[in-house]
């Protein structure tokens, strides 16, 4: 399945270092998503864009600082995290409901974040 | 936030037994979606549902939605080792403007061959 990319697969970062994330969907949607997944806890969202617009920030520390350019791409700028910023982070989109009557959400494999 | 709770949290089952979990909501959710996760990947949908009272199967899986609305239940027939993995529900709640689904924390199923 190749709806959903994201890249690195894995990324092993110091709290010093500046790196990001990248996501892109090939299915003509309109609205992407950061989710973090930590173990044994429900998926945490941290932003939503619609139409390449910030709708929602979930209180997410500015240590996390994400990018739409377009409505297929979807970036997540990550510079002096913590070890508790371990994870897994994943990238969703989905068809702006209010366009589509649905709220089906897909998601990418996810970037294994671990933080050093 | 709105939470979901799952049950079970994890499943320990003989291949060829059948399974059921379900997910309840505080509040009157519109949406129930179910997710697998596979170790390493993300979430699949399995199944979306948007009608109190809808079953919809997808192969040996079918799904609920309650109801009540505050409800759904999966579930999975003739378990296979290939069911093993992480079953997520997700629910959007009719009282939340924009498109934040509620996640619940999972059912880990283990099949034993």
């Known amino acids: 399945e190749t709806g959903v990319t994201q890249t690195p697969r894995h990324l092993v970062m110091g709290m010093t270092n500046k790196k990001s994330l990248k996501c892109e969907q090939h299915?003509?949607?309109?609205?992407m998503y950061w989710y973090k997944q930590s173990a044994k806890k429900p998926l945490e969202l941290m932003f939503v864009?619609?139409?390449?617009?910030?709708?929602e920030n979930n209180s997410v520390p500015s240590r996390f600082s994400p990018e739409c350019p377009n409505s297929s791409h979807l970036f997540l700028h990550l510079h002096t995290l913590q070890p508790e910023d371990s994870a897994l982070y994943l990238c969703?989109?989905?068809?702006?409901?209010?366009?589509?009557?649905?709220?089906?959400?897909?998601f990418g494999p996810g970037t294994r974040l671990t933080v050093t | 936030g709105q939470q979901l709770n799952q049950s079970p949290q994890s499943m320990f089952i003989q291949e060829g037994e059948d399974v059921s979990m379900n997910c309840t909501s505080s509040?009157?959710?519109?949406?129930w979606l179910w997710y697998k996760q596979d170790p390493g990947e993300g979430p699949v949908l399995l199944i979306a549902?948007?009608?109190?009272?809808e079953l919809t199967s997808n192969g040996r899986l079918t799904a609920q939605f309650g109801i009540t609305r505050k409800d759904s239940f999966l579930n999975i027939s003739a378990s296979i080792p290939s069911d093993v993995g992480i079953y997520f529900c997700?629910?959007?709640?009719?009282?939340?403007?924009?498109?934040?689904?509620?996640f619940g924390a999972g059912t880990i199923l283990r099949v034993k061959s």
């Open positions: 969703a989109s989905s068809q702006a409901p209010w366009t589509s009557g649905t709220y089906e959400q897909y």
């Open positions: 549902l948007y009608k109190a009272g």
């Open positions: 864009y619609n139409f390449k617009e910030q709708t």
């Open positions: 997700a629910g959007y709640d009719s009282m939340e403007y924009g498109n934040k689904l509620v």
């Open positions: 509040s009157i959710f519109n949406t």
């Open positions: 299915l003509g949607h309109n609205a």
